[in-house]
């Protein structure tokens, strides 16, 4: 299995990993507070010096935009023919409050065992890591002074923050960015014995819809029963948004949707049962969801609404017998390939006219206009070879597909360059990513290294026709 000297030189060089996790972690780059946007900049700063410590040629930091600042590092293989990968991933980290919920301190990295606990140890700094060490392990394991292919890697700066300006970026350096595949590490794997690839990411259209009714608070023995009352058109609203089958019921919210395979149906029924420890880790008491699907199916293959928050008239101590003026609820609908977030705006902005009574002035505030699905096909020569190089790392383990619930700036990147994109993450369910103690496996970053290093082979043996095919 290590005949090729991959997993032994990765072996041998587990303490470089440390130590430059070690470094990387201590700076506090949380895009989302503004004070710390000085040490985004020096982790920008700190990933362009390991970089160039590890032997790339190009390295930049990207700041000309209104974006946090970004690395671009390139690495030109000497074969002319070599395809080009365009690694995705983001430096900076989530917030760290509550601080009392740590048990150590979130920027002073921690082993503990197998281990490490530090902010931004999974999301995303540990996967970045892994990288300059498989690129590492695949020089020395094929005697190369250039990489099989040419890479490129984008390292955003304010993922974190919703990637506000991500498409903006894209948009300046799309020339820079062309690319054969682009492989996406900001994503994790079932288990650490259940090797897996991330298939799809939903995309997002989110809303605050504002009901007005009178234009002042009356008194509900004066007026009640008289008038039409926003906090009782707004739950009605909200209670017609799922049917009893949890199907929602938006016009048109499910024309577009890319239905499951029976053979996708299949692998993700291959996914052990969790749904134990799914109610364990939302610390909920009970599943619910759409008819007819399973948990990871609903989270990833499904689209959905749900109700974010929901107010209106009186909140204070005591009691205030009025019919409010005014009442609102925030929605957000998770969305699946082949859904068009502008068809979603349309069909939502249907569904609240439809629901809204005589009498009330209807008003929705959409954040932004929404991100799309990304959808990874099964099947393709870039995925094959992707599932063959995690494969490897994990002693030949069949590696499944999975989709995660959340969304993120692969669609648009992926939409940017044209060409196909996979996900190579090695993060676990239980790294609490963006919570207290979040941590990072060791042992899932050396078989992430392990799987970079045999991929780049797997890539340049391909070459840039197959890997462009769909
Ligand atoms: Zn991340």
Known sequence: MTTDGI????????????????????????????????????SAEWFVDAA????????????????LPAVYAEWPSADPDAPTVLVYGHHDVQPVD???????????PTVDGDLLRARGASDDKGQLLFHLLGLQAHLAATGRDTPAVTLKYVIEGEEESGSPHFEELLERHRDRLACDVVVVTDTGMIAAD???????????????VAFHG??????????????????????????????????????????DVLELTEPERELFAK????????LKVAQSRALHGEAGFSTLERIGARPTAEVNGL????????????VPSDAFVKLSFRL??????????????????????????????????????CLVPLGTPAYDALTAAISAAFDGAEVLPTREGGSGPEAALQAAVGVPLVFLGVGLPDDQIHAPNEKVSLPMLYKGAEATARLWAGYAALGREALRSA
């Open 7 to 42: 997993r032994s030189f990765i072996d041998d060089h587990r303490g470089d990993l440390l130590a430059d996790l070690d470094q990387w972690l201590r700076i506090p780059g949380i895009s989302a507070q503004p004070d710390r946007h000085d040490d985004v900049r020096r």
């Open 52 to 67: 160039r410590r590890a032997g790339f040629p190009t390295v930049e930091i990207w700041d000309d935009g209104p974006w």
């Open 98 to 108: 509550p601080l009392e919920l740590w048990h150590t301190d979130p920027f002073d």
């Open 194 to 208: 259940v090797p897996s690839t991330v298939t799809g990411m939903r995309g997002l259209v989110a809303a605050t």
């Open 214 to 255: 009178p234009d002042l608070d009356l008194h509900s023995g004066v007026f009640g029963g008289a008038v039409p009352n926003p906090a009782t058109g707004i739950a009605r609203l909200v209670a017609a948004l799922h049917d009893e089958q949890g199907r929602v019921q938006v016009p048109g919210f499910y024309d």
């Open 271 to 278: 996914v052990p049962d969790d749904d134990a420890e799914f």
């Open 311 to 322: 107010g209106g008239g009186y909140q204070g101590a005591g009691h205030k017998t009025i």
């Open 336 to 373: 699946v390939a082949d859904q068009d977030p502008a068809a979603i705006i349309k069909g939502v902005e249907r569904f609240v006219s439809d629901h809204t009574p005589a009498g009330i002035v209807a008003q929705i505030e959409w954040e932004g206009a929404g991100v799309r699905a």
